[in-house]
């Protein structure tokens, strides 16, 4: 008997067996895996660093001057300033820790600021038993607040980042700009190692540099996120009203994360309405959409709704079932890899769409429903659209490639070749 630990939404963890006897362990994994191994260097030369450095550290600080007619008491700028980031803790994926030795004129804390969600599972024999979320990422740093003369400056230092495991040389944690380098230095170093050793006409070939490319967009999204909590809190600091009315201060978006959709394995288990899966409530970018959008203005004549450069939008049956939305980020992954129509995130700019279903009644089968815009037409019945499948989010990413390879990847190839049948087995995708 085996059990099988799975991420609905890491590329590159890869999966692990495990007998079931040593099941009473698996708590211990889950809490240590964050901290197995520290980033010491980057691993190679590292790019441009979003978190400024002084003398090879981080340091953010800067001077807000309070521009009024009046003097307001050190007293109460302390104690504004101290409601304020206390207060941040509404947000449940911030946490913050009073430094010992503070006074009215010095403030001290320890911050840390979780990005995203990861959904993790455990599966046996194909049927899921339980799964659980964390944060993708975790920012810390110290922030030292000094208030003099109507004004008042802040220091954020020590900054430490931890990211989640990835096989291979990949670190864990570390320094917020080292441990980003590091990881992304392993993963290309890794990626370029197994091309130059395979054979890059291979299909696998090319699903694994997807899988390290799509990696490594996620990297760099979370290091922009990591960022981006931190400007926000800045932000914040920087804006403070003396009324004890924060409104938007206490806003801090530590959720959605600006991804192509070439990196689908970083996308939302609850994004669903945006066409691509993962684990992350995304704002897509919008700069690829218009690309998308010019690219198929280019082919006005485009009369059938599933020739070369269409416009497909890609959603599971059920978007609370995570075996459907593993199966239709697979069907995203392959479509990507080929680049025979364009994935769009908006069901709007369409000409066709495509639904991965699980039916579980009688014989669990697994199919691709496509349709046009506004499902009105409706195909199912073609060659090689039917594969045994389960509950298993890992199996159903296999179903759906081998539905994908024996149906779509077929039609697609014969667009390619110019052959008309494709358009004689779906007469009603005709415009």
């Given amino acids: 008997m085996k059990l099988h630990l799975y991420s609905l939404n890491h590329t590159m963890a890869g999966k ?28 190679g030369e590292m790019g441009t ?12 600080s800067d001077v807000v001057n309070l521009k009024t007619s009046y003097t307001i008491s050190e007293d109460l700028i302390a104690q504004t300033i101290d409601d304020y980031i206390l207060g941040l803790q509404i947000n449940k994926d911030i946490e913050v820790s009073p430094i ?15 990005i995203g969600t990861q959904t993790w599972g455990l599966e046996l024999w194909g049927t899921p038993l339980f799964s659980a979320e964390k944060n993708a990422s975790t920012i810390s740093f110290d922030c030292l607040i000094e208030v003099r003369d109507n004004k008042y400056r802040y220091t954020l230092d020590n900054f430490y980042t931890e990211r989640n495991t990835l096989r291979g040389e990949a670190r864990n944690d570390g320094e917020s700009n080292v441990i980003h380098w590091q990881r992304v230095n392993s993963l290309n170093k890794e990626k370029e190692n197994y091309l130059e050793s395979h054979n890059r006409n291979k299909r696998e070939t090319e699903e694994t540099e997807f899988d390290y490319n799509s990696q490594i967009f996620y990297e760099e999204a979370l290091y922009a996120k990591e ?15 003396f009324d004890n009315d924060f409104g938007d201060n206490y806003n801090i978006d530590t959720r959605t994360l600006n991804l192509s959709p070439y990196a689908t394995n970083a996308l939302s288990l ?19 959409n218009q690309a998308i959008s010019n690219n198929h203005k280019e082919n006005p004549d485009l009369n059938f709704l599933m020739g ?34 364009n994935v769009v995130s908006d069901k709007s700019q369409a000409d066709f769409i495509i639904k991965y ?10 199919y691709i429903y496509l349709s046009n815009r506004d499902g009105s037409v409706t195909y ?44 004689e087995k779906f007469p009603r995708f005709v415009k």
Avoid at 100 to 114: H, M, N, P, Q
Avoid at 227 to 241: A, E, P, R
Avoid at 357 to 366: H, I, K, P, S, T
Avoid at 396 to 412: G, H, Q, T, W
């Fill in 16 to 43: 692990l067996h495990i007998v079931a006897c040593i099941m009473i362990f698996m708590p211990l994994l889950a809490l240590s895996q964050n901290r197995l191994f520290k980033a010491t260097n980057s691993n």
């Fill in 49 to 60: 660093c979003l978190f400024p450095e002084v003398d090879g550290k981080i340091v953010m």
């Fill in 100 to 114: 010992i030795k503070r006074s009215s004129r010095r403030l001290a804390y320890k911050i840390e600021i979780g």
């Fill in 227 to 241: 960022y981006d909590v931190t400007q926000q809190f800045i932000n914040g600091l920087k804006s403070l009203s």
């Fill in 270 to 288: 609850q994004n669903v309405n945006a066409g691509i899966i993962g684990s992350f409530n995304v704002d897509v970018n919008d700069r690829n």
């Fill in 308 to 341: 070369i450069g269409a416009n497909v939008y890609i959603t599971p049956g059920n978007p609370d079932l995570d075996y459907e939305m593993a199966g239709a980020q697979e069907i995203i992954k392959q479509i990507l890899i080929d680049n025979i129509w």
């Fill in 357 to 366: 279903f699980v039916n579980l009644e009688g014989r669990d089968r697994a």
């Fill in 380 to 423: 199912t019945d073609f060659s090689g659209n039917s594969k045994h499948s389960s509950e298993s989010a890992g199996e159903n990413r296999e179903v759906a490639r081998d539905i994908y390879l024996s149906s779509l990847y077929k039609i697609a190839k014969k667009l390619k070749q110019g052959d008309t049948t494709v358009r």
